[in-house]
């Protein structure tokens, strides 16, 4: 990949199945170390990754994967890309480490290197233990921890990871959260997630893609997002509400104030509640409730499915 490179780039991607258009000219670049990806039922996010992995070819555009085109140069992509399915997909009755080896070598790693990156990646996915019981004693959530081993066993530059803690229970869920932000973490492996869950986008990724009816709905960057991301708040309060509101503007907070002593205000970074219990106190104010939150990953969400197919609500560098 070269440096300026993005991660996942599309321009005007197409892709139809049998009569239908699935994907409708997605174009836009991905370039965070963990890029989420979103979208209702049906919004094309499979046949995204399926795309991407080279299995459907573009009937308009192209999509790239880290810099080389995903349906031209698929089978160079396969070797630098783990992927780990949402649906199960294993040869039950070969012990754990046969099958992340054997499908490790699939993915281009010579024998006795497949053996041995197999016993690494189940160690370090926490299967060390279980990995000569064969695949179809294992737990739901031992299968899942197997599907990443086998994506993370031949060393890829991008890992893939659909649905990753489909049918995990609370400790299991996040076990694989923790193993997918270490990795985040150890910097040479980036990531697309895609989850139903936005708790799972929220907690590992850095960028997420939004899509909608085959649309980009958003494209964007969380971190940026959270790091810009204003206040807001309502109070209320009893007394001088118009002095108050005055003042509270001249700190540079915006401010909307209603007959029955409610204020609605966004205030900037820099300035902190405490401020607006002073100014209350100084005006004879009383604050009787204050209700403090910031946009979340779902309310981007949410934007995102109410606006208009094919326009993107939301778009930060
Ligand atoms: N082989 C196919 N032929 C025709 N239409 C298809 C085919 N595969 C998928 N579709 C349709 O394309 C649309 C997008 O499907 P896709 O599986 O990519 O969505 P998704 O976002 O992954 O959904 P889910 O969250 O339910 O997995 C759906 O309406 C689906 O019915």
């Not at 140069?73 to 070797?79: E, F, K």
């Not at 890829?156 to 995990?168: S, V």
């Not at 649309?215 to 009893?238: D, G, K």
């Given at each position: 990949?070269?440096?300026i490179?993005?991660v996942?780039?599309?321009?005007?991607?197409?892709?139809?199945?049998?009569?239908?258009?699935?994907?409708?000219?997605?174009?836009?670049?991905?370039?965070?170390?963990?890029?989420?990806?979103?979208?209702?039922?049906?919004?094309?996010?499979?046949?995204?990754?399926?795309?991407?992995?080279?299995?459907?070819?573009?009937?308009?555009?192209?999509?790239?994967?880290?810099?080389?085109?995903?349906?031209?140069?698929?089978?160079?992509?396969?070797?630098?890309?783990?992927?780990?399915?949402?649906?199960?997909?294993?040869?039950?009755?070969m012990?754990?480490?046969?099958?992340v080896?054997?499908?490790?070598?699939?993915?281009?790693?010579?024998?006795a290197?497949?053996?041995?990156?197999?016993?690494?990646?189940?160690?370090?996915?926490?299967?060390?233990?279980?990995?000569?019981?064969?695949?179809?004693?294992?737990?739901?959530?031992?299968?899942?921890?197997?599907?990443?081993a086998?994506?993370?066993?031949?060393?890829?530059?991008?890992?893939?990871?659909?649905?990753?803690?489909?049918?995990?229970?609370?400790?299991?869920?996040?076990?694989?959260?923790?193993?997918?932000?270490?990795?985040?973490?150890?910097?040479s492996?980036?990531?697309?997630?895609?989850?139903?869950?936005?708790?799972?986008?929220?907690?590992?990724?850095?960028?997420?893609?939004?899509?909608?009816?085959?649309?980009?709905?958003?494209?964007?960057?969380?971190?940026?997002?959270?790091?810009?991301?204003?206040?807001?708040?309502?109070?209320?309060?009893?007394?001088?509400?118009?002095?108050?509101?005055?003042?509270?503007?001249?700190?540079?907070?915006?401010?909307?104030?209603?007959?029955?002593?409610?204020?609605?205000?966004?205030?900037?970074?820099?300035?902190?509640?405490?401020?607006l219990?002073?100014?209350?106190?100084?005006?004879?104010?009383?604050?009787?409730?204050?209700?403090?939150?910031?946009?979340?990953?779902?309310?981007?969400?949410?934007?995102?499915m109410?606006?208009?197919?094919?326009?993107?609500?939301?778009v930060?560098?």
């Amino acid at each position: 990949m070269g440096v300026i490179d993005p991660v996942i780039g599309f321009d005007g991607l197409e892709v139809r199945l049998g009569a239908r258009t699935v994907l409708n000219g997605l174009t836009g670049e991905l370039r965070g170390n963990a890029i989420g990806l979103l979208g209702p039922n049906g919004a094309g996010k499979s046949t995204l990754i399926n795309t991407l992995l080279g299995f459907h070819s573009p009937s308009k555009g192209t999509a790239h994967v880290l810099g080389l085109d995903a349906y031209r140069d698929r089978a160079r992509i396969r070797g630098a890309v783990g992927y780990m399915p949402e649906n199960d997909s294993f040869i039950g009755n070969m012990t754990g480490v046969h099958f992340v080896r054997y499908m490790a070598e699939l993915s281009g790693l010579p024998s006795a290197a497949a053996l041995e990156r197999a016993h690494e990646a189940l160690f370090y996915v926490g299967l060390g233990e279980v990995r000569y019981r064969k695949v179809n004693s294992y737990s739901l959530g031992m299968k899942q921890l197997i599907k990443l081993a086998q994506a993370l066993a031949h060393g890829p530059k991008l890992l893939i990871l659909d649905e990753p803690t489909n049918g995990m229970d609370p400790i299991a869920r996040q076990r694989m959260i923790q193993l997918v932000k270490d990795i985040r973490k150890e910097g040479s492996v980036r990531l697309l997630i895609s989850s139903h869950l936005l708790r799972d986008i929220d907690e590992t990724c850095d960028e997420v893609l939004i899509l909608k009816d085959g649309r980009v709905a958003a494209l964007c960057n969380i971190e940026a997002e959270r790091r810009s991301n204003r206040s807001f708040m309502e109070l209320e309060t009893v007394g001088a509400t118009e002095k108050f509101s005055v003042s509270v503007r001249g700190l540079g907070c915006e401010c909307a104030s209603f007959p029955d002593g409610r204020i609605k205000l966004v205030i900037p970074e820099n300035i902190e509640v405490r401020d607006l219990y002073v100014i209350a106190s100084e005006q004879g104010v009383q604050i009787r409730r204050m209700n403090q939150r910031r946009d979340s990953l779902e309310d981007i969400f949410l934007r995102a499915m109410e606006s208009e197919a094919g326009r993107p609500t939301h778009v930060s560098a």
